[in-house]
């Protein structure tokens, strides 16, 4: 179902209930589509430590390189 802006808001809880029960419904303006109502599904949350133990990360890792650090500042006088 396509219905334009100021229908939409007339009736925006029927359009809802209609897009919760699987009505594809969208919203346009001019009757150019913009949007699509669609029901929400939450993320799942974020896993922390899933590469644990899978990789390593070196001592020196924060240290700074001299090569890298002349490629951005240049030789230092």
């Known amino acids: 179902m396509i219905v334009n802006v100021s229908e939409a808001k007339t009736n925006l809880s029927k ?3 209609m897009a919760y029960h699987g009505e594809e419904v969208i ?5 150019l ?13 974020r896993e922390f430590g899933l590469l644990k133990g899978q990789i390593t990360i070196p001592d020196n890792f924060l240290d700074e390189d001299e090569e890298i650090n002349k490629m951005f500042y240049g030789e230092s006088s």
């Open 27 to 31: 919203i346009a303006k001019n009757n």
């Open 33 to 45: 589509p913009l949007v699509e109502l669609v029901v929400y599904k939450p993320r799942k949350k």
């Open 15 to 17: 359009l809802i209930e």
